[in-house]
């Protein structure tokens, strides 16, 4: 009587072990909050993007330092970029300082907004070649931000990306 007890319910027990008790691995409330994103793998090519039909400006918060090389250029993913003009702004702190902005226009593009110049937060011209922005790295500070502004909004649907190569530290 027990041997036939045990083979029909044993199975049952395990079946209802497996589907009921415990909780998954990534689970939010079984994973500690305190060493999130410190070892978090971070990607080599980052894209910041601006979507004007949810705001003109977009900001990115940096979670570790890094070298960033800059683009000569931003693609534009959806609608019209003819007569657009973005300004990025680079280790901007929450007090609004920032350490350098670079500006991007649109020349008869459609599709793409070209490197204009970068200049420090006190207005000097600091890069205005695109040859110079291909092979110069800039740090960025774990903290601060990069702030993309469209400067003359139309509210349309366009969606333009800016994408970076960096070596986070």
Do not use: H
């Amino acid at each position: 009587m027990l041997s036939i007890l045990t083979k029909r319910l044993c199975p049952l027990m395990s079946l209802a072990l497996a589907f009921g008790c415990g909780k998954k691995i990534n689970d939010p409330e079984t994973t500690s909050g305190s060493n999130q994103g410190q070892n978090q793998e971070l990607p080599a090519i980052l894209t910041v993007q601006v979507n004007e039909s949810e705001s003109a400006v977009k900001m990115y918060e940096l979670p570790r330092n890094a070298w960033f090389t800059l683009p000569n250029k931003l693609q534009v993913r959806a609608g019209n970029g003819i007569g657009k003009k973005i300004t990025i702004y680079y280790n901007l702190l929450e007090s609004g300082d920032y350490e350098f902005q670079c500006s991007y226009n649109s020349i008869g593009q459609s599709t793409e907004l070209l490197f204009e110049k970068c200049e420090s937060s006190n207005g000097l011209e600091i890069i205005s070649n695109t040859d110079d922005l291909e092979t110069m790295l800039f740090p960025m500070d774990k903290g601060s931000s990069i702030k993309l502004q469209l400067t003359n909004p139309a509210g349309t649907k366009m969606i333009i990306d800016s994408t970076y190569l960096v070596d986070w530290k």
